[in-house]
């Protein structure tokens, strides 16, 4: 839902600065590498690096010139830690201390749990709603977009890539996507089928434009940015706003408020931009932490809703 755009905030900021940060900005940290590279980069050096690099690093992706980037990477925070100054940033990003293969450990293990409540919840919503209710083909759609997403973040905070990178914006812009359509299915479709049509064909034209644009003609942070925060506030509010209209009709529709702004309020821990704690724990692994009970909460929410719409529908049924 919401949080997503939060996500995408502090990863559009970060890869605004990616062309250029104060550490790979630094003499010392380019002699270090272009020093490496020819060192260890080529040649015989080069395939005793091949023969040495354990299966799992060749397999995430991670080069000799990655291997030199990293290394020349603690070489400079070295040298700022013992002249007294800040962490810099290598890259629109804190450094990180590597665990096997991945680049970013907690925000890795984060997002793999977020994916695995995501799927416990869903196996739970489908072994607790029968298929006949109304919004079950809508949530279930939904649940796996989730886990498509969340799948391509852990990828993504475990080699960052300009394939892995990408795979993770558009996989988040299609979680806010599928949100704002649920809504609208919830809200409006289920007594208008043709407009939530209408709305999916849109909502899907947007993406496919979205994507292409980016892909094809320019990746630019600023307007993926800016998209995503504008479909990001409209799935916010529509929530929100069906929520509040039906809070007294539909108890469990708290729930759906609670997650809309328990959303909005962690987004604030992405502001809390420090050099990760233990060279491991930042502020948008924290955030990444405390999304797990809220995705939770919103699956039970799903499912009361889909349950309450089955029972009534089967009333109506039996009326007609």
């Not at 990655?66 to 603690?74: A, L, R, S």
């Not at 979680?175 to 849109?202: D, E, K, M, N, W």
């Not at 729930?255 to 328990?262: E, G, I, P, Q, S």
């Not at 060279?279 to 948008?284: F, K, N, P, Q, S």
Request: proline share 4%; glycine share 4%; net charge neutral.
């Amino acid at each position: 839902m919401a949080g997503r755009t939060a996500r995408l905030v502090l990863l559009a900021g970060a890869a605004a600065l990616a062309s250029g940060s104060q550490g790979d900005r630094e003499p010392v940290y380019r002699d270090c590498v272009l020093g490496c590279d020819e060192r260890n980069c080529s040649g015989n050096a080069l395939k005793h690096f091949r023969s040495h690099q354990p299966i799992y690093m060749s397999l995430a992706g991670w080069t000799c010139r990655d291997d030199c980037k990293y290394e020349c990477m603690w070489v400079t925070v070295g040298l700022y830690l013992q002249e007294g100054h800040e962490v810099p940033q290598f890259h629109g990003k804190w450094p990180f201390s590597r665990f096997l293969c991945f680049q970013e450990p907690a925000s890795a293990v984060a997002s793999f749990l977020n994916g695995l409540a995501s799927l416990v919840m869903l196996c739970r919503y489908r072994a607790s709603v029968p298929a006949s209710s109304p919004m079950y083909p809508t949530c279930v759609a939904f649940a796996w977009v989730s886990l498509n997403a969340w799948f391509w973040s852990t990828v993504f905070h475990t080699r960052d890539t300009d394939l892995t990178e990408k795979m993770d914006y558009f996989c988040a812009s299609t979680v806010i996507l599928h949100s704002v359509y649920l809504c609208c299915v919830r809200t409006v479709g289920l007594q208008c089928p043709a407009v939530a049509s209408a709305f999916r064909a849109l909502l899907l034209l947007m993406l496919t434009a979205h994507v292409s644009y980016l892909s094809l003609i320019h990746f630019d942070y600023g307007y993926n940015l800016a998209a995503n925060v504008a479909i990001g506030l409209v799935n916010a509010v529509w929530w929100l706003a069906w929520c509040l209209w039906n809070q007294r009709q539909l108890p469990h529709a708290r729930k759906c408020m609670v997650v809309v702004l328990l959303l909005q309020g962690l987004s604030l821990l992405e502001l809390l931009d420090f050099p990760p704690l233990f060279w491991v724990l930042d502020a948008h692994a924290i955030w990444h932490f405390s999304t797990i009970p809220v995705h939770v909460l919103f699956f039970s929410f799903l499912e009361d809703d889909s349950l309450y719409l089955l029972k009534e529908s089967e009333a109506k049924f039996k009326l007609d």
